[in-house]
């Protein structure tokens, strides 16, 4: 089944402690992007990667890392998380942005809470 | 920076009636995507709206898409409970990246 594959779903952790949210896809995509999703700000974008060893900032990467070593992983790294990184965070993947115009999939989600 | 709005930011509406939801954007695009959000799930994709497009459908889906104005309408005719959800416009302007609307939350009363 062609799906986007999150891990951890829930994670509560405490500042400072570093961690890393997974994310892989089975579609052989070239693109994909993290998000986080906060009440009445909708979805904003951390980071993206065109391919592999290629990525780029979002509208709001302070705070996190990225790599893309393969291209079905893209994990997203929080070197050293803050309360003000609380939130709903989205992974997802698509053929490519601007080629093909295709559609981005969706992880379901993985709910951070730093204390 | 963010590309669409979409209008209301909720709607509620009884099953069986339409529901419209506007987005408007700022720049141009390449295409424009409509998702929807089941409560804290991921999303899904909707239906693609080509900027060489006026309309499209897909089952009780109808989506238009206006250049000059920048603006989009999806509409879904007879809604059903099922269709309780946020529902997000993504444009991807220059190519580079998506970027996403704020939502709209309809809300189908039985």
């Known amino acids: 089944e062609a799906q986007v594959t999150q891990n951890p779903r829930y994670l509560i952790t405490v500042t400072g402690k570093k961690l890393t949210v997974t994310c892989s896809q089975n579609?052989?995509?070239?693109?994909m992007s993290w998000y986080r999703q906060d009440p009445g700000l909708g979805l904003r974008q951390i980071y993206y990667?065109?391919?592999?060893?290629?990525?780029d900032k979002g509208d709001v990467p302070e705070g996190y890392k990225v790599s893309r070593k393969e291209k079905r992983n893209f994990p997203l790294i929080l070197e050293s998380p803050s309360p003000n990184q609380t939130s709903l965070y989205f992974c997802?993947?698509?053929?490519?942005?601007?080629?093909?115009?295709?559609?981005?999939?969706f992880g379901n989600g993985t709910r951070l809470t730093v204390t | 920076s963010q590309q669409g709005e979409e209008d209301p930011q909720a709607l509620s509406i009884q099953e069986g009636e339409n529901a419209t939801m506007n987005c408007s954007y700022k720049?141009?695009?390449?295409?424009l995507q409509w998702y929807r959000q089941n409560s804290g799930r991921g999303l899904v994709h909707l239906i693609l709206?080509?900027?060489?497009?006026r309309e499209k459908h897909s089952g009780r889906l109808r989506v238009t898409l206006d250049t000059s104005k920048k603006s989009s309408s999806l509409l879904i005719t007879a809604s059903r409970a099922a269709d309780t959800a946020s529902y997000f416009c993504?444009?991807?302007?220059?190519?580079?990246?998506?970027?996403f609307g704020p939502g709209t939350r309809l809300s189908v009363l039985p």
């Open positions: 997802a993947s698509s053929l490519g942005v601007g080629v093909g115009n295709s559609p981005l999939h």
């Open positions: 579609m052989n995509h070239e693109y």
């Open positions: 990667s065109m391919n592999v060893e290629v990525t």
């Open positions: 720049t141009s695009i390449n295409n």
């Open positions: 709206i080509r900027s060489n497009e």
């Open positions: 993504a444009t991807d302007a220059g190519g580079q990246n998506f970027v």
